[in-house]
């Protein structure tokens, strides 16, 4: 068995720990790179993705700064009200609660998300 990188051992750590708290509740994941913030709302139980959301469609971001995120955030928000989702789990993948990521969880809370 090949050794985990920490970044994946974080990620599972996550992941699981989601599992068992979360219930039926659709998991809000995120992914980001250099270049752009990713966003989707997941629901595990039927294996689709609800709503998704991402820097690659906003024309006036420069990249996948704090700002950018905070766009995001609102769009999933806009997205997971139109699918019927309210309540999600927040699943921040390998990353830490910080910069980006807390600022893309922000915006979806003040847009109506409960996590």
């Known amino acids: 068995m090949a050794k985990l990188s920490l970044f994946e051992r974080r990620r599972r750590r996550v992941r699981t720990a989601l599992r068992q708290r979360g219930g039926a509740r659709p998991r809000l994941s995120v992914h980001r790179t250099g270049r ?13 993705t609800v709503a998704a959301a991402s820097t690659l469609g906003i024309t006036s ?10 766009e995001v955030g609102r769009k999933i928000a806009e997205a997971a009200k139109s699918a019927g989702v309210t ?3 927040f699943d921040r ?8 990521v807390k600022a893309l969880a922000d915006a979806a809370r003040e847009g109506g998300l409960e996590f």
């Open 61 to 70: 971001s420069s990249g996948a700064n704090v700002d950018a995120a905070v």
């Open 36 to 48: 752009h913030i990713y966003a989707q709302i997941i629901d595990d139980a039927a294996g689709r």
């Open 93 to 100: 993948g390998g990353y830490l609660f910080h910069g980006r």
């Open 87 to 89: 309540t999600v789990v």
